[in-house]
């Protein structure tokens, strides 16, 4: 049921995360790739998991009736915000390929993470959001995150330094859309705010 948490692909690593207290995850999962509940598929970064999407809705329903919905998601989104954290401090260090390696494909996931934590913790929404900024960069798929930036950017959440990253991203991503031309006044003031808020920090 914990699984269902997840709207992708998985590591062994996020199982663990996200089943903490749960007891020993790994015979369990075993079992659940023997009754082929749970798929397994190779990638660059090595083995990964996926619940299979009929049984993943099942187990959803079940995980909601069972109350532990929310702590499950919260342990899932601690997870994504440290694996992003991580990917984030090595791109300020100048080592793109690390970054690569902790996030490249946990990067939806950290989305569907992001998605969870503007309902409920909107300053870890905004550190989460200006981590995955130079990931949505390199993808070239910055319209995702821009809303989100968006949104999370015009109430008075985060930290400083968060909200300074956040509007940094939220400019540069901005500023390539084809709608750019047309919101020159608001992207000024982002950077103003960005600006502003460097000083302070």
């Known amino acids: 049921d914990v699984l269902s948490v997840f709207g992708g692909s998985f590591t062994l690593e996020a199982v663990e995360a996200v089943s903490s207290g749960a007891g020993p995850c790994f015979d369990a999962l075993g079992e659940l790739l023997d009754l082929r509940l749970v798929e397994l598929e190779g990638g660059p970064g090595g083995e990964r998991y996926r619940l299979r999407r009929l049984v993943r809705d099942f187990a959803s329903e079940r995980l909601a009736a069972s109350g532990g919905e929310q702590e499950a998601r919260a342990r899932h989104a601690a997870y994504f915000c440290d694996v992003a954290g991580r990917a984030a401090a090595a791109v300020a260090d100048a080592d793109e390929d690390r970054a690569r390696a902790v996030l490249d494909e946990d990067y ?4 569907v993470a992001l998605r969870w934590l503007r309902e409920h913790h909107a300053d870890g929404a905004l550190r989460l959001a ?3 900024g130079w990931e949505a960069e390199r993808r070239g798929a910055g319209a ?3 809303e989100h930036l968006e949104e999370l950017t015009r109430a008075p959440v985060g930290t400083p330094a968060a909200r300074r990253d956040a ?17 020159v006044g608001v992207i000024r003031e982002q ?9 302070t920090v």
């Open 108 to 111: 939806p996931e950290a989305l």
């Open 167 to 183: 509007l940094v991203w939220l400019v540069q991503l901005s500023s390539w859309s084809p709608l750019a031309g047309d919101r």
């Open 144 to 146: 995702a995150l821009v």
């Open 130 to 132: 200006a981590d995955l």
């Open 191 to 199: 950077l103003s705010e960005a600006i502003a808020l460097a000083r």
